[in-house]
């Protein structure tokens, strides 16, 4: 495999690996913020706060991965030159 075809794996894999584990983290911790509101009301306002903290500090980890994307994905060559390059 060749650095082309691994770069394309890597920008083609990369980013929905990174969104399907956020999804994850953030809907757990989304169940164990409510889990816990439910058990000790009075203190839903700082759990509420905390989880907004930890959900954009998760959110951003897929924004720093959908940068790499966006620049991996300009290091890729066109499709025609590397098909021809292939045949050579």
């Known amino acids: 495999m060749d650095y082309a075809s691994a770069l394309a794996l890597g920008v083609g894999f990369g980013l929905p690996l990174a969104v399907a ?32 903290i930890s959900l954009a500090l998760i959110e951003s980890l897929v924004i720093y991965v959908l940068l790499a994307f966006f620049l991996l994905n300009g290091k890729l060559p066109a499709i025609m030159d590397y098909v021809q390059q292939a045949g050579q």
Do not use: K, N, V, Y
Request: aromatic letters at 4%.
């Open 21 to 52: 584990f956020a999804a994850t983290a953030q809907g757990r911790a989304a169940a164990a913020a409510a889990e816990s509101m439910a058990r000790q009301p009075e203190a839903a306002g700082d759990i509420r706060g905390t989880l907004i």
